[in-house]
C-alpha cells in the first residue's frame, strides 16, 4: 500500500499494462522453515521500544501499537489489513478492492509492481519522525518472519503506508496464515506479530522461496539454534 490507500477513501490511479512476470513460489497455509512460531514469539515477549511514539492500527483507533527492537531484529504486534496493490489480478484489481492502486513502494528485478496476490509482503510506515525504519536498518526486500497462532510465514518488506499506521500485510501473506484474504471483507483486527530481520535482503525481492531460505536462516540464528 502506497502512503494514502489506507487512512484515505480513495487515492485514484490509473490501470498498469504490465508484461508477465516470472513466476514465484507462492506460500500455502501452514508452516514454513525449521524454526517454530512458538520459538519465535518465545524470544519477542517484552519490548525495548525503539519508535518516538506509538502507532494506530487503523485511522479511527487509539495510538496504542509501539515498534521494539533488538540487535537483530525489529517488531511489533498489530492486527493485519489487506494490501491488494501492485500487479493487476483477479483477486487484486480496482473491482475488488476499491483502494487499489497499481504501484507498490518496491518494485520486482523486472522493474514491475509487485504482486500481492502471489507474494508473501509486509507493509511499513512510511519514515516520519515517528519511526524511520531506515535507521533500523530495515529497506526493501527485508526478510520477515509473520505469524498469526500457530502459523509463521516468511514475508519481504515490499510497500509502504502512511506514517502513523501499521499492521498490514499483502493478500498473499494473509492467505498463507490462514486469515481471510478479502481486501473488502478480511484481515484481523489483532494478534499478528510482524519480526523483521535487520541488515537482511532478499534477492530477488520477488522470489518467496529465497525469503524462506533466508528468513529460516536468520530465524535459527535468533533463537539460538544456528
Known sequence: ???????????????????????TATAR??????????????????????SDGLFRTDADQEESIPVCGTSSVVFWKADLDIDCDGLSSPECNPDTDEY????????DSEGYPLDSA????????????LW????????GGTVAAVIHRDRLVYAVVGDAGPTDLIGEASY???????IDPDPATGGVNSGVTYILFRDSKVTPIES???????GD?????????S
Open 1 to 23: 500500500m502506497t502512503p494514502c490507500s489506507k487512512a484515505v477513501a480513495a487515492c485514484g490511479a490509473a490501470l498498469l499494462v504490465a508484461a508477465v512476470l516470472p513466476a
Open 29 to 50: 497455509p501452514g508452516h514454513e522453515g525449521s524454526v517454530t512460531a512458538r520459538e519465535l514469539l518465545a524470544k519477542v515477549r517484552s519490548c525495548t521500544q525503539i
Open 100 to 107: 487499489w492502486q497499481p504501484e507498490t513502494a518496491y518494485w
Open 118 to 129: 502471489d507474494l508473501p509482503f509486509i507493509v511499513v510506515p512510511v519514515a516520519s519522525p
Open 132 to 139: 524511520d525504519y531506515n535507521y533500523s536498518r530495515i529497506r
Open 172 to 178: 498473499a501473506t494473509a492467505r498463507a496464515l490462514g
Open 208 to 214: 518467496h522461496r529465497a525469503a524462506v531460505t533466508l
Open 217 to 225: 536462516r536468520l530465524a535459527r540464528k535468533f533463537v539460538g539454534r
